[in-house]
Structures are given as structure tokens and as C-alpha cells.
């Protein structure tokens, strides 16, 4: 980040590219980074934003917008977004993730290279996937991991993604890793899951991060740690 930054300038709106650490939710990103900026520079209120939700156990790429650039929000989120990351086969979790306990465990000794190869197929172009239960998105005016949380069944829409490229990098059962390149609204924890079906040995993900937003990379960023650190110094100028 650029030191000559000023109060000024996080008003008229900035980029900011942060790396996300894990167990941070998005919201908590936002929120330390307004408080950051508003605290050091004496301001009443600041609009600040990001440009797509990542998972508290993912890490990597956000794209943070302040003041008059959160405009511009929409234009960031519709841009695709690369990942790399690691699923897990065996067992299936309400979450697809980490975040609820592994469960239907199931054996994977036999799944070989050819079915894994075959299996990703079906993860490439145009998909149907249903977001996850323990999600942020809405229907009915509620959140799906309130849905989730209560106990209440609800019927999830398939939606409308698109895989652009994925390549599984290493197989070290029952891991496995992979670079992935999609649209918007893709869930890499749906993919997980629905990779775990189509093998039917059930499978959850158990690492994600973001590499890419567009243009944007994830070796231009900066942790929120260092975003903190550098705001001082400019304050202590």
C-alpha cells in the first residue's frame, strides 16, 4: 500500500486487496478494516465493502472497496475467480467443509486415477449446483444457515455456474488437490460434495484459497496484519 495514502483518498474509494487469514469471516474483514481506518484517521463513518464472500476456513483473495469506490462493488463480484484447495473423499459433512463434523464415511481405497480423471468431467463448462445449506445466501427472505441451524428442511434451487478450467494437481488419497478456474456464485464446497456423488464414496473440502479475481492476484495483496501496520505508520508520519 502506498504510504502517501490519506483520509482523503479512502473517501473518494480505494482498492484494497486483502489476503484473508483463515477462521475470519468476511464480515470481520470488513469490519476491522473500517474500524482500522475510521479509528486512525479521526473519521465519523466510512463506507467500506467487499466484492465476494469467502468461507471462514478459506483464505486468500478479497477485494475491499472504501468511501465512493464501493460504486463499483458489483462490477469486482461478477468477475471470475480462480482457486486452489484440497477435497477430501470418504466422508461427506453438512457444511461440504470443515466447519461441521465428517460423517457416511465410506471406503476409497478403490477409487483409481482413471475414475478420478472421468469423474471431472462433469465439473467442467456450463453445471447445475445447489448452494449449501450452511450458506449466506437467501430464500424466503432468510439465510440458508439459519434454515441449517434450526433444523428446518427447505428445497434448494439449482443454479447456473460455469467451470472454466480444473485440473486436479496431486492425488494422495483420500486427498485431493486441485486449481480450479469459475464464474461467479460457484461453490467450491458443492463441487466438493457433488465430486464425492459422482464417485459415490461421499467427499468434503478441506482447503480453499482464493488465487485470482479477475486480473487481480492474491501476490499483490496484503494481510490485514500488514494493512494495520502500514495505517499507523502513515498516522505516526
Same mark, same amino acid.
Request: some cysteine; aromatic content about 10%; glycine content about 6%.
Given at each position: 500500500?502506498?504510504?502517501? $495514502?490519506?483520509?482523503?483518498?479512502?473517501?473518494?474509494?480505494?482498492?484494497?486487496?486483502?489476503?484473508?487469514?483463515?477462521?475470519?469471516?468476511?464480515?470481520? !474483514?470488513?469490519?476491522?478494516?473500517?474500524?482500522?481506518?475510521?479509528?486512525?484517521?479521526?473519521?465519523?463513518?466510512?463506507?467500506?465493502? $467487499?466484492?465476494?464472500?469467502?468461507?471462514?476456513? &478459506?483464505?486468500?483473495?478479497?477485494?475491499?472497496?472504501?468511501?465512493?469506490?464501493?460504486?463499483?462493488?458489483?462490477?469486482?463480484?461478477?468477475?471470475?475467480?480462480?482457486?486452489?484447495?484440497?477435497?477430501?473423499?470418504? &466422508?461427506? *459433512?453438512?457444511?461440504?467443509?470443515?466447519?461441521?463434523?465428517?460423517?457416511?464415511?465410506?471406503?476409497?481405497? $478403490?477409487?483409481?486415477?482413471?475414475?478420478?480423471?472421468?469423474?471431472?468431467?462433469?465439473? =467442467?463448462?456450463? !453445471?447445475?449446483?445447489?448452494?449449501?445449506?450452511?450458506?449466506?445466501?437467501?430464500?424466503?427472505?432468510?439465510?440458508?444457515?439459519?434454515?441449517?441451524?434450526?433444523?428446518?428442511?427447505?428445497?434448494?434451487?439449482?443454479?447456473?455456474?460455469?467451470?472454466?478450467?480444473?485440473?486436479?494437481?496431486?492425488?494422495?488419497?483420500?486427498?485431493?488437490?486441485?486449481?480450479?478456474?469459475?464464474?461467479?456464485?460457484?461453490?467450491?464446497?458443492?463441487?466438493?460434495?457433488?465430486?464425492?456423488? !459422482?464417485?459415490?464414496?461421499? &467427499?468434503?473440502?478441506?482447503?480453499? $484459497?482464493?488465487?485470482?479475481?479477475?486480473?487481480?492476484?492474491?501476490?499483490?495483496?496484503? *494481510?490485514?496484519?500488514?494493512?494495520?501496520? =502500514?495505517?499507523?505508520?502513515?498516522?505516526?508520519?
Amino acid at each position: 500500500m502506498d504510504l502517501n $495514502h490519506t483520509a482523503e483518498k479512502f473517501i473518494n474509494g480505494k482498492l484494497l486487496l486483502i489476503n484473508k487469514p483463515i477462521n475470519w469471516t468476511s464480515f470481520q !474483514v470488513v469490519n476491522k478494516i473500517r474500524w482500522t481506518l475510521t479509528n486512525f484517521f479521526g473519521l465519523k463513518a466510512l463506507k467500506v465493502g $467487499h466484492c465476494g464472500t469467502l468461507d471462514p476456513l &478459506a483464505t486468500g483473495l478479497m477485494l475491499i472497496c472504501t468511501g465512493k469506490m464501493t460504486k463499483k462493488i458489483n462490477d469486482y463480484t461478477s468477475l471470475d475467480k480462480s482457486y486452489s484447495g484440497k477435497i477430501r473423499l470418504g &466422508a461427506t *459433512t453438512q457444511s461440504y467443509d470443515l466447519e461441521t463434523t465428517p460423517e457416511n464415511f465410506k471406503n476409497f481405497n $478403490h477409487i483409481t486415477l482413471n475414475e478420478i480423471e472421468k469423474a471431472k468431467k462433469n465439473f =467442467q463448462g456450463t !453445471v447445475f449446483q445447489k448452494p449449501p445449506i450452511y450458506s449466506a445466501v437467501k430464500k424466503s427472505g432468510k439465510r440458508l444457515y439459519q434454515y441449517a441451524r434450526s433444523g428446518e428442511k427447505i428445497e434448494i434451487e439449482s443454479r447456473k455456474v460455469n467451470i472454466n478450467s480444473f485440473e486436479i494437481s496431486d492425488v494422495k488419497l483420500p486427498d485431493l488437490s486441485f486449481l480450479i478456474s469459475c464464474s461467479k456464485g460457484t461453490y467450491i464446497r458443492s463441487l466438493a460434495n457433488d465430486f464425492g456423488k !459422482v464417485l459415490k464414496c461421499g &467427499a468434503h473440502l478441506v482447503e480453499l $484459497h482464493r488465487c485470482k479475481i479477475g486480473s487481480f492476484s492474491v501476490e499483490n495483496s496484503i *494481510t490485514i496484519a500488514k494493512f494495520i501496520e =502500514q495505517i499507523k505508520l502513515k498516522k505516526e508520519l
